[in-house]
């Protein structure tokens, strides 16, 4: 019994060894939470977590702060220049450079500048040490609160240490080593060293860098002599250059919320008083004339503003794309760019008053290969191949492409007589050399050759929903619905009998990329113009993904490619016939009232099966001024045409044409179909007994030619004049 006992004893005295760390474990937990009920041990738990947790974050931070070192200031970051690239990526077409940087002493520096500065960015700059901790919570808060971006939650100094030490990456450990690297510097630098710097660096946009050429840029004047007012708007532009942007459409608006919370943190300064804060309550001051740089010089200034736009949406930040050293390749073919500016220069009319636009994309991808936009970009910034321009009757495709999908064909009866009465009243006539000619009862082919007015009209007056649904087609084939949805309905809530007449604006790159959704057998692609983005260490950072959607069936695009073909083949558009298999459109658009009408467009839209061309001409600030007298002949159908013409054949390989898609020959199962009309009987007559025939020799004679096939096309009569925006030309157009 001693025995078993023993061996029981020596048992226990293991177990109880073996649970020794964990008894000093639970003695600990109870030395913490003592005694007492749940709720105090409950907090007297929290608070050792919290002690402990903070402590873990000093000891965290004493490491990296011994083990994070100053880096060299990002030399390249200051000096390198983004180059942007033809698609090849060889040939160079342009760059965006904006380190135009003079740095000043901050004695230099007016105080009401250092205090704008500090309201704007951080109002704790002279008592925090690099980072606050407190500045991030409120800055969340009123920001939340404001329902806008008023504050941001990062110091002055890690703004400095992020531009001059840092990358652009966005992730914790950067966020990390920003924080350690804004203590380092304030523990070396000054507040005013700091500042300094800071504002010697900082991008204010329009190739601005430092607060020295900021000054010039917007005033004229060095940055010694700005005011508070100026000041303050200099602050402002720091947060977004973007979009504070004082030379851009709508600035006023963005800027006066946040020009207005930088003066209120100048008046809690003291920098200012609330008087002077309140003579610039409600406005903002002059800025003098933008200088733009020599590299947006001439046409490629238009391709250069394009891509800066595209890379904005791509969300690149202005730094990245002004100064981050990246490698642009964009889709515009190097060739083909070349004989653009070529083939409008040949034929363009010598007046200065006239504007031109040629854009091509590619069919299957939306990739655009040449675009012309205007002479200069330095004289006139408004891009007329991005610009809306009335279509006219290049907007008649879509119409074919509706009524065939609502159940009508290509032989489709109707009615073109000139002029068209509906209940009585006139509603349509056709125009052009024929002075108002009457085709009287056609097929829809013949329609779409000859670009009858009454006809088109008529075929949306038999299609229930009629325009709305030429609405639908224009968006199938890539015309954007922001466009089409903004248009003036009439008073029943539906577009006009004449929307296939193409009276209201479209861009000319919109109408190449619809005709090249037709092209690719009813497949859609987005145009677009950047191909691929990469740092200057050949990283990639952006590559396009082509996206295509079938919106047009197969066989409704075959049809109408078919009918467009007869259009260069003998209808209006004969001039755009190229060495390749061509379908096209030509437009010539009115605007203006009924009773002084004036023609405001001259377009013609085409396309092989690798390329789709549109080429547009008007005239005038807004683009939609009379061209008639000033643009001889002013038909899409002669220059437009001929422009099309003499540029596709330079860059179309006639070994490589590929091939359109049979005719479906979709038959009618709504309306009228289209016979010919039964030949008239010849008239006979009981012969007379004739003399003796003599020997004579016969007259040569010449027969009676048929009907002759107009040779320019109709422009459009306009029932509903819209006014064009007046930043935004968009003309009506009719024909």
């Known amino acids: 019994m001693a025995t078993q006992r023993k061996r029981t ?9 073996g649970s020794g760390f964990g008894n000093r474990v639970k003695g600990f937990g109870r030395r913490i939470g003592g005694r007492g009920p749940w709720w105090s041990k409950l907090i007297r738990w929290v608070a050792f977590l919290g002690v402990a947790g903070a402590l873990a974050l000093a000891a965290t931070f004493f490491i990296l702060y011994r083990a994070i070192a100053i880096p060299d200031a990002n030399a390249d970051f200051q000096t390198q220049t983004t180059q942007v690239y033809y698609s090849d990526g060889k040939h160079k077409l342009g760059e965006f450079a904006r380190q135009d940087r003079e740095s000043i002493s901050i004695d230099e520096v007016p105080a009401s500048m250092q205090a704008a500065a500090i309201a704007a960015e951080d109002r704790s700059f002279y008592s925090n040490r690099g980072i606050d901790i407190k500045g991030i919570i409120r800055a969340a808060r009123d920001n939340t609160t404001s329902g806008s971006v008023q504050s941001g939650g990062s110091t002055i100094t890690q703004q400095y240490v992020k531009i001059l030490y840092l990358t652009q990456e966005r992730s914790y450990s950067r966020k990390v080593k920003e924080a350690i690297l804004s203590v380092k510097i304030h523990n070396q630098l000054s507040k005013k060293e700091i500042l300094e710097g800071y504002l010697n660096t900082i991008y204010f946009g329009n190739g601005a860098y430092g607060v020295e050429v900021a000054s010039q840029t917007y005033f004229g004047k060095p940055a010694s002599k700005l005011n508070y007012a100026q000041s303050a708007l200099l602050a402002t532009i720091i947060n977004s250059p973007s979009y504070y942007d004082p030379y851009a459409e709508g600035a006023k608006d963005r800027i006066q919320p946040r020009f207005s919370y930088v003066l209120n943190g100048m008046v809690k300064s003291g920098a200012i008083t609330a008087e002077q804060a309140a003579k610039f309550s409600d406005r903002i001051p002059s800025v003098v004339d933008k200088k733009n740089s020599s590299r947006f010089s001439g046409s490629k200034g238009y391709l250069l503003s394009l891509v800066q736009n595209q890379m904005q949406s791509l969300d690149f930040t202005d730094d990245q794309i002004y100064g981050g050293g990246l490698r642009i390749v964009t889709t515009f073919d190097y060739n083909k760019q070349k004989k653009a500016i070529e083939s409008v220069k040949a034929l363009r009319p010598d007046a200065k ?7 091509s994309v590619q069919p299957g991808t939306g990739a655009v290969r040449a675009m012309y936009g205007g002479r200069d970009y330095l004289k006139n910034q408004v891009n007329w191949a991005t610009a809306p321009t009335q279509p006219g009757s290049t907007f008649k495709a879509f119409a074919v492409i509706a009524a065939l999908e609502d159940g009508y064909s290509l032989t489709t009866r109707l009615n073109g007589n000139s002029p068209l009465f509906k209940d009585g009243k006139e509603i349509a006539f056709n125009q052009g050399d024929s002075l108002g000619k009457s085709f009287g009862f056609i097929p829809l082919s013949t329609a779409t050759q000859e670009s009858v007015n009454t006809a088109f009209v008529d075929l949306v007056d038999q299609m229930e929903d009629g325009p709305d649904k030429v609405i639908k087609a224009a968006q199938q084939a890539g ?10 309905k009439n008073e029943n809530g539906s577009f006009p009998l004449v929307t296939p007449l193409g009276y209201f604006g479209v861009a000319p790159v919109d109408m190449a990329n619809a005709y090249a959704t037709l092209a690719a057998g009813g497949k859609r692609a987005d145009w677009f113009v950047i191909q691929k983005v990469s740092d200057y260490r050949g990283d990639s950072l952006y590559k396009h993904e082509v996206k295509t959607k079938q919106t047009i069936p197969e066989d409704v695009a075959a049809d109408t490619i078919a009918a467009l073909q007869g259009v260069v083949r003998s ?48 005239r005038g600030k807004l683009g939609n001024a009379d061209l008639e007298g000033y643009m001889v002949p002013f038909f899409g159908g002669q220059i437009p045409a001929q422009t099309f013409k003499l540029y596709m054949d330079q860059v179309l390989d006639p070994s490589d044409c590929g091939t359109f898609p049979p005719p479906a020959n979709l038959q009618s199962d709504k309306g009228p179909v289209y016979r010919e009309p039964a030949p008239k009987p010849e008239r006979t007559t009981k012969p007379k007994p004739k003399p003796e025939p003599t020997r004579t020799t016969p007259s040569p004679t010449t027969p009676k030619p048929t009907a002759p096939q107009p040779t320019a096309p109709d422009p459009t009569q306009p029932t509903t004049p819209a006014t064009p925006a007046p930043t935004t030309p968009s003309p009506q157009s009719r024909e």
């Open 9 to 17: 004893t020596t048992k226990s005295g293991r177990a109880a060894g």
């Open 353 to 359: 008053e006239l504007h031109q636009a040629l854009v």
């Open 479 to 488: 015309i954007p619905k922001r466009l089409l949805d903004r248009e003036r």
């Open 571 to 618: 209808g209006t558009g004969t001039n755009g016939n190229t060495v390749c298999t061509t379908a096209g459109k030509t437009g010539t658009a009115t605007a203006g009232p009924d009773d002084d009408q004036h023609v405001s467009s001259s377009w013609f839209a085409g396309f092989t099966p690798k390329l789709a061309t549109a080429v547009m001409y008007n």
